[in-house]
């Protein structure tokens, strides 16, 4: 499959150690795809293991989590850490709760985020962790014991120059407060051993923000390089009306681009006249879903309640924000048909190797997660930076810092993938140019 077979028999030695983790393993073979255009060049790669060092997470914890729901009965969760790699920094990376939450997923998004970190300049590692825990539906009091029972744990796991942790799907501004709570009962410090705080207790403006503003700052810089353009007009198209959806349409919305489809979990609206961007937000806000109500309150929208069918809608970009793998390579067909030539991805991942291969090889430019969802994780390592320097900035501040920071990581990308001759493939630059940073600090280091 690769030109070389140093990546070739490596590829099939961690399939064999991993045979289930198909998550991970998507990962490891999109990466590979571009260390295909680098080993080769760099003996030291091969000479000092880098790869195999750098595939295989320094730590997974894993542990029990006893709780007791408001009927009285003691419930049992599973808990973990994927702390991947902290050549750089500190592990730094999201928590998920939800009963999907399984190893290959956090070793998938662990590994990923070590180079998303790299690319930020930032010095953080990379890590990932939660519970198969679902929050939805639980009360307050549940989620807290929750919470408590894990960090009872967890804390001896984590801390400033350490670990730290923050939120991602299903762990909010609640699940956070309630950890970070317990964690400074326990270890009786008051420290950024979270971010995405509440602004009450050293948290960020420009936060929960981050990600989607980040985004469409991103997308915005690969419009003026390949197309000398802006956005004003461009048709999009955004899945997922989470925190990072539903800011990617305010920021869209702002820079003058055209909403025309959006889904969540019921299904998508769309309207090639555009939507109601404010009306969206609110709503998503309010009830973390929208297109039902949308199409109630807005009559001759079209509402379709199957979400995965809005890749066919035509449109000049996509913003996939929802979750991994939501498109296939006969979605990355059906967008290509229908008129899109940009593609930036908002989550982590959702789309799997083939399509990214079918982006990469018929003229759609794609941007992968690590880069282009780098925001949310930028502004956290400002938070820290805010907690450790006792400060707080304004939004203004932080939204200028994090438009600086889209626009480096553009550049280094696209500077890179040039470097290697194929200046249109984002996802390469991206790749090699976050490994680059982590290999020079694990050769510094020797072997640890």
């Avoid at 489809?261 to 299904?267: F, L, R």
Wanted: glycine residues 12%; contains cysteine; charged residues 25%.
């Amino acid at each position: 499959m690769y030109k070389s077979k140093y990546l070739n028999d490596l590829l099939e030695q961690i399939r064999a150690k991993n045979p289930e983790q198909k998550e991970f393993l998507s990962a490891v073979e999109e990466f590979f795809d571009s260390m295909d255009f680098l080993v080769d060049k760099d003996p030291r790669i091969e000479k000092y293991s880098i790869l195999e060092r750098i595939t295989m997470p320094e730590r997974v914890i894993t542990f029990r989590v006893p709780w007791v729901d408001d009927e009285g009965k003691i419930r049992v969760n599973t808990g973990y850490r994927v702390q991947f790699n902290s050549a750089i920094g500190p592990y730094k990376g999201g928590m998920r709760f939800d009963k999907s939450v399984n190893l290959s997923i956090l070793k998938f998004l662990g590994f990923e985020q070590t180079f998303k970190n790299s690319l930020t300049g930032l010095p953080m590692g990379g890590g990932k962790g939660g519970a198969d825990f679902d929050p939805r539906g639980k009360s307050d009091g549940e989620v807290m014991r929750f919470c408590q029972s894990f960090m009872a744990e967890f804390y001896r796991h984590i801390g400033p120059d350490t670990d730290v942790p923050a939120g991602d799907l299903g762990f909010g501004a609640r699940e956070i407060g309630y950890m970070f709570g317990y964690y400074k009962k326990l270890a009786n410090e008051w420290s950024g051993v979270f971010t995405g705080k509440n602004i009450s207790y050293g948290g960020s403006l420009g936060r929960p923000e981050a990600t989607g503003y980040g985004l469409l700052y991103f997308t915005a810089e690969m419009m003026k390089e390949y197309k000398k353009d802006d956005l004003k007009g461009k048709r999009v198209i955004i899945s997922g009306s989470g925190k990072v959806g539903g800011m990617a349409a305010d920021k869209a919305n702002q820079m003058g681009a055209k909403l025309v489809a959006m889904s969540d979990i019921e299904g998508f609206v769309s309207d090639p006249n555009g939507l109601d961007v404010p009306y969206i937000v609110k709503k998503a806000k309010e009830k973390g879903m929208f297109s039902k109500d949308y199409a109630k309150d807005h009559p001759g929208v079209k509402f379709v309640g199957d979400p995965h069918a809005m890749w066919a809608t035509p449109c000049d970009i996509a913003l996939p924000c929802a979750t991994q793998g939501e498109i296939h390579e006969a979605d990355a067909k059906l967008l290509k048909e229908n008129g899109c030539y940009m593609l930036v991805e908002g989550a982590n991942m959702p789309c799997d190797v083939e399509a990214i291969r079918y982006f990469n090889n018929n003229g759609v430019l794609f941007a992968p997660g690590k880069a282009s969802n780098a925001g949310g994780v930028a502004v956290s390592g400002l938070e820290m930076s805010q907690n450790a320097m006792h400060l707080s900035w304004t939004f203004e501040e932080v939204d200028e810092k994090l438009k600086g920071i889209m626009k480096e990581i553009f550049r280094k990308c696209h500077e890179t993938a040039v470097k290697f001759g194929q200046p249109n493939n984002i996802a390469l630059g991206a790749n090699i140019a976050g490994f680059e940073k982590v290999l020079d600090a694990m050769l510094a280091q020797g072997v640890c």
